[in-house]
């Protein structure tokens, strides 16, 4: 019979791969770093990702960040005098 393993493995931001580093921390406890020390982490479940947990300000920069480009986006269709794309066409390029 094999050894029981903890549920949870905190896996470092910079890889998801050929890590070993496992808490025996509830998630609670994790959801507590990210908050107060601002760390990201990867939590895996029986070998495979499941959750990433980030700071919410990496969540409200990526946010502006997406902004940023749609607004670009924006502008360089203005200054091709891109026609607007019609509703009907854009839910069904978009699946919707």
Do not use: C
């Amino acid at each position: 019979m094999q050894a029981s393993q903890p549920l949870l493995k905190k896996v470092p931001d910079t890889t998801i791969s050929n890590t070993n580093t496992v808490t025996g921390q509830s998630l609670k406890e994790l959801l507590d770093i990210a908050a107060t020390e601002k760390e990201r982490m990867t939590l895996v479940y029986q070998n495979k990702v499941f959750l990433v947990v980030v700071p919410i300000e990496d969540v409200e920069m990526i946010e502006k960040l997406e902004d940023v480009l749609d607004i670009q986006a924006v502008k360089d269709a203005h200054e091709r005098n891109a026609p607007p794309i019609p509703l009907d066409k854009a839910k069904k390029i978009l699946g919707w």
